[in-house]
């Protein structure tokens, strides 16, 4: 899962690339976008269908009862300003959590 409460920080850019990553190397991967902004469905809808292949999941709206039973490898994008329970939900999911952070310069 791919988390940090901040906006803008790179999740969805992340979450995709992992994706890709694991697709490419034959897992079967889906992707579960939690943001209702579907900045990762929608990329999925643009990506080319001849590449090899990432099932998207609305999870903002349906949770992961619609991830195929067989997925091997699940890539969370979280949505900003994520807290409290619903927080707790989701990290209580993920084996694994990457938190981006995007360098700034300061001035
Ligand atoms: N490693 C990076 N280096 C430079 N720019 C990046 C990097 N990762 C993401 N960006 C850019 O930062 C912006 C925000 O990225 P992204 O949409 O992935 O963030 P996000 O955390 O998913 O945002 P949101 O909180 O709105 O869901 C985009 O313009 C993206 O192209
Ligand atoms: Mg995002």
Request: net charge neutral.
């Amino acid at each position: 899962m791919v988390m940090n409460s901040k906006g803008g920080c790179g999740k969805s850019t992340l979450s995709t690339n992992i994706a890709c990553y694991f697709a490419r190397e034959g897992y079967k991967t889906a992707l579960a976008d939690y943001d209702p902004q579907r900045t990762g469905l929608d990329w999925l809808a643009a990506r080319p269908e001849d590449l090899p292949k990432i099932t998207g999941v609305a999870a903002y709206d349906e949770g992961l009862r619609n991830a195929p039973r067989d997925t091997e490898v699940l890539v969370i994008d979280a949505p900003a300003r994520t807290h409290g329970s619903e927080l707790n939900e989701l990290v209580r999911r993920a084996e694994t959590i990457l938190v981006p952070v995007l360098p700034s310069r300061s001035t």
